[in-house]
């Protein structure tokens, strides 16, 4: 039996194998389908709502609701529920999940998702009837699309409350009708479930945790700890010295005002079967753990909020962790760069200009554009480890809110294969993220007249892929590189039933660990 950890819910998930009937009188949640009316030929009147769908329930279930007149509201569409009542009492819950034609995995984590709010706060314990949650026979990946949206719904961060509320709901139990010999996919889906939802929690954990409590020296710590449970990883962390040795101006020309000396987080997870074929990817991520804009000084309103704007390392930490706990076939190296961006007076003015770690110098016209400044120096260490391929991932531009909402991610590439690989993995687990252009105009405008590169570019118009044209340039020849700017994404996707409705939503997490588990 396996437990997640929501910062105050504990919620347990398990397999009952070999289970034709439910013994007890905890409630049940079933499943329902939607079957479309033919329209008859000639009919003026509005067409029938369709029927439900229910003989995969136990005949006695199937008997009790043919007799309930509310019943006939009911037709199994997605996103409906009916709830009634067994002859002892038993409740017995049922979600629609619409045509089963259509029925995908992301319809399996909305609506179980669904489920559990219903019937969480009234039960310790509940049964689910997972032969009717599952896609097309695909034991495993039902199992894990069910898991990790229990997991991530389940999630609640209020452990700096005085009197918290968890749910009630203490434990979920999928039964099934097969035995355990011939699905062992369930298990093995299970135990992935678990891996991918427990490390979104606490990437949401970091990113929600207030900035007085989540420094870049707490943060490192709080990575160290987590990260020494996980097997065949290794950490080594980067003070104010050793970045000073590493040249990493930019980098430090951000930390300048802290109170905190910044901090570089290099974690490497080794595959057990590792020889010199094997693929190895670079995560890095911008760790701003509050945002002030330095001497660009944000207004009051937009400052609230920005201790998310250490959310891209917490993503690629996140995707990191869940990559060595499933065992992926690729060596993944993650980079974490920490600091914040504060005000005093040796923090860095507007028309300063520093020396990147790769020997370009850069006019910063904004200390607001800091993030670039950080990862630029990060991206440069990263090529030097020759990877394969490197993903970056920022809370960079609020123009990206502007360009594509708050539920897409943008992504910006300089190689074809790894952006469609990304993208793949995206529309893989229902994840939404498009691909803008960086142009040679783009590039243009981001070049200085008194230095090399300059932080912001000329023009406020097309601000997100400017950024991203400026992050290339720290980019060594022949090093595949991607950009996920997760500005838009990074917090509450209310549309997500298994995202909180405030605070970290843990989003791209499952799309980095998708194509990571791909990598050959």
Same mark, same amino acid.
């Given at each position: ?17 070999? +289970?034709?009937?439910?013994?007890? &009188?905890?409630?049940? %949640?079933?499943? =329902?389908?939607?079957? /479309?009316?033919?329209?008859? *030929? ?119 409350? +005085?009197?918290?509320?968890?749910? &009630?709901?203490?434990? %979920?139990?999928? =039964?099934?009708?097969? /035995?355990?010999?011939?699905? *062992? ?27 007085n409590v989540l420094n870049s020296v707490s943060y490192a710590k709080m990575v160290e700890k987590d990260a020494a449970k996980l097997k065949r990883v290794k950490v080594k962390v980067l003070g104010k010295p050793e970045l000073k040795k590493e040249k990493m101006g930019l980098f430090l020309s951000v930390n300048n005002a802290s109170a905190h000396d910044a901090r570089l987080v290099h974690l490497t997870y080794t595959p057990a079967k590792s020889n010199k074929n094997t693929k190895h990817i670079v995560l890095v991520g911008k760790g701003l753990t509050f945002d002030t804009g330095g001497y660009s000084l944000k207004p ?221």
């Open positions: 039996m396996k437990t997640s950890n929501g910062s105050s819910n504990k919620l347990k998930l398990s397999i009952q194998f070999n +289970s034709p009937e439910f013994e007890g &009188k905890d409630p049940v %949640i079933l499943s =329902a389908f939607h079957k /479309k009316a033919e329209a008859k *030929k000639g009919a003026k009147k509005k067409e029938a709502t369709g029927e439900v769908q229910n003989n995969h329930w136990p005949k006695e279930y199937k008997e009790i609701f043919s007799t309930l007149s509310a019943a006939e509201n009911f037709s199994g569409k997605k996103g409906e529920s009916f709830t009634f009542y067994d002859q002892n009492g038993r409740t017995l819950y049922v979600t629609g999940l619409g045509e089963k034609a259509k029925v995908d995995l992301e319809v399996l984590r909305r609506q179980i998702a669904t489920a559990y709010k219903a019937v969480s706060k009234s039960y310790k314990k509940v049964i689910v009837d997972v032969d009717g949650f599952l896609h097309k026979k695909d034991y495993e990946g039902s199992l894990t699309a069910l898991s990790e949206s229990l997991m991530m719904t389940a999630y609640n961060f209020d452990k700096h409350k +005085s009197k918290q509320k968890p749910a &009630k709901l203490e434990e %979920i139990v999928f =039964a099934t009708k097969e /035995k355990k010999t011939t699905a *062992k996919a369930m298990e093995k889906g299970l135990e992935n479930g678990l891996s991918i939802g427990e490390s979104i929690n606490i990437a949401r954990d970091f990113v929600n945790e207030p900035p009051s309103a937009s400052m609230i909020n920005m201790k998310f704007d250490m959310a891209g390392s917490a993503t690629v930490y996140g995707a990191f962790r869940a990559a060595a706990m499933l065992g992926v076939n690729a060596k993944i190296t993650c980079i974490l760069g920490l600091t914040d961006n504060a005000v005093n007076n040796v923090a860095t003015m507007p028309d300063a200009v520093f020396t990147a770690r790769n020997g370009k110098t850069v006019e910063i016209l904004n200390t607001d554009a800091e993030g670039r400044l950080v990862l630029a120096d990060c991206l440069d260490y990263a090529c030097d480890l020759k990877p394969d391929a490197i993903i970056d991932a920022a809370t960079l531009t609020g123009a990206c809110l502007m360009a594509l909402g708050t539920e897409i991610c943008a992504v910006m590439s300089n190689n074809d294969k790894l952006v469609g690989d990304l993208k793949k993995s995206a529309k893989a687990q229902d994840e939404y993220l498009w691909e803008l252009p960086i142009v040679d105009e783009f590039r243009e405008d981001i070049k200085s007249n008194v230095a090399d590169l300059k932080n912001i570019a000329g023009s406020r118009f097309a601000g997100t892929t400017k950024a991203g044209a400026f992050l290339e340039e720290f980019i060594q020849e022949g090093v595949a590189w991607a950009h996920l700017d997760i500005a838009g994404v990074a917090d509450s996707q209310s549309h997500l039933p298994y995202c909180p409705s405030k605070g970290a939503s843990g989003i791209m997490i499952r799309t980095l660990v998708n194509y990571m588990s791909q990598v050959k």
